[in-house]
């Protein structure tokens, strides 16, 4: 036999047992493959390549004399070289549109908008990591006096983003100073980074010419925690019902995981904050993770942007038994939605 039709079997029957497992979530026997192959290769074929296949370490068997289920790495060869494209209907796309422009305008109801169809389409759990707001540039900045020493700080950003802070000033601040306070920033900073913001004003404070900021000397250090706190990472995760559902977390330990990864959230603010770097799917197949806490978990992730800076993305997370074309698919069309929507409204 040549090379290449031996290649061609083991891809085929790789392929048919990573699309049976996913569909049936039981282990794939050589008789399952020889049916939907109508009997194309002899049984005793099928459990040569197969074998060949185990040896690799493409697929492996959970028990004795069980099917054969894809490892991490069959996952991965098969993502990478036989994975047909499945985009989603016509109908499907529709679909999202719709429960997007019914949801409301506030920034959070977008978002969690969003993990919810990222959950529903995939039947696996959606993610959502807010905007990031340090990359956008300040528009405007004001500051309003809410009584009882608080004042409220609003940020506007170039992307037409707001972000809005509680600060607790010090006594003695009138509405005066607050205005003057807002004319400062407003002529000093506007165009400048948000996350560039607090160095910005440490700088000031050391250099000679502070004197220009003595007016609200006494409140720098509220300034400085609050910009420190610009980029707080806010992720929505929805579909837990779905996830804890699948037969992978029947077993304790594994649901403990899973549980403990949705309660912290903190590995998978990581991965994602990483998978920003650069453009394109990212997918991320049980050991592939970088972190100890996902490790048994498939994470698909795509960037979104506003006014053509990279400011979050967005995924789907569940077992390594995944539909990963159609993830994909649906990972790439909502990102692509989202970008539409925040095009559209300012917050």
């Known amino acids: 036999m040549k090379t290449t039709d031996l290649q061609s079997r083991k891809e085929k029957i790789l392929e048919i047992i990573v699309e049976t497992y996913v569909a049936e979530k039981k282990p794939v026997g050589s008789r399952s493959i020889a049916r939907k192959l109508r009997f194309k290769f002899s049984p005793a074929t099928i459990r ?56 409301d305008k506030e920034l959070s109801a977008v978002m969690e908008k969003t993990s919810q169809l990222l959950s529903e389409f995939s039947e696996e759990a959606g993610v959502v990591v807010y905007p990031c707001m340090g990359k956008s540039r300040l528009r405007h900045l004001e500051l309003v006096d809410m009584g009882n020493n608080s004042v409220l700080l609003v940020l506007l950003t170039n992307s037409g983003l707001v972000k809005n802070f509680m600060l607790d000033f010090p006594s003695g601040f009138s509405r005066g100073h607050l205005e003057k306070i807002s004319n400062l920033f407003n002529s000093q900073l506007e165009g400048a980074y948000l996350n560039e913001m607090r160095n910005y004003l440490l700088q000031k404070k050391l250099s000679d010419d502070f004197s220009f900021f003595n007016i609200f000397r006494d409140a720098f250090s509220v300034f400085e925690d609050a910009f420190r706190r610009i980029d707080e990472e806010r992720l929505c995760f929805e579909g837990t ?66 006014a053509g800076e990279v400011m979050g993305n967005l995924g789907v997370i569940g077992p390594t038994r995944m539909a990963y074309s159609r993830v994909i698919s649906i990972v790439q069309h909502i990102a692509s939605a989202l970008e539409e929507v925040l095009a559209e409204r300012v917050f």
């Not at 054969?68 to 209907?89: A, E, H, K, S």
């Not at 559902?245 to 990864?261: G, Y």
């Not at 949705?262 to 998978?275: H, N, Q, V």
């Open 241 to 306: 019902a779905q996830i804890i559902s699948q037969p992978e977390f029947r077993d304790q330990n594994a649901l403990n995981r899973i549980l403990r990864l949705i309660e912290e959230r903190k590995p998978l603010l990581e991965i994602m904050g990483r998978d920003m770097a650069e453009d394109g799917i990212k997918i991320h197949i049980g050991a592939e993770n970088p972190s100890d806490e996902i490790r048994f978990l498939t994470l698909i992730t795509a960037n979104y942007r506003i």
């Open 48 to 103: 040569n390549i197969m074998a060949d296949l185990e040896e690799a370490g493409y697929i492996t068997h959970p028990y004795t004399s069980a099917g054969r289920i894809p490892t991490d790495r069959g996952y991965r060869y098969y993502v990478d070289n036989i994975m047909p494209v499945q985009q989603l209907t016509p109908q499907e796309k529709k679909e999202i549109t719709r429960q997007f422009t019914a949801t």
